[in-house]
């Protein structure tokens, strides 16, 4: 929220969460629920995973699901026939 400027009750209308709640959680250290996380991170406008991601955050864009989503159907050799056009792009 300090990153963003927001106040409890921004959130709260962006999340759907009465600010009771959220008072709750950020006064009293309450534990959240996996649903009241995710409401949360939805007010944030982003994912658990992007939530609990240690490092820097890598935005996942349609191209890039798009990208994923088909490498998932590849054989081992097609993933090896991308990596290395990949690595020759790479290499230029």
């Excluded at 959220?22 to 629920?33: E, K």
């Excluded at 982003?46 to 990208?67: G, H, R, W, Y």
Aim: glycine letters at 4%; one cysteine or more.
């Amino acid at each position: 929220m300090n990153e963003r400027g927001w106040t409890e009750y921004r959130l709260s209308k962006k999340c759907g969460l009465s600010e009771s709640t959220l008072a709750n959680i950020f006064r009293r250290n309450t534990m959240p629920s996996i649903t009241t996380l995710e409401a949360i991170c939805n007010g944030f406008g982003i994912t658990l995973s992007q939530f609990f991601a240690e490092d820097e955050m890598v935005e996942l864009t349609p191209e890039l699901k798009n990208l994923f989503d088909k490498w998932i159907s590849l054989t081992p050799e097609q993933k090896d026939a991308v990596y290395r056009m990949v690595d020759a792009f790479d290499n230029s």
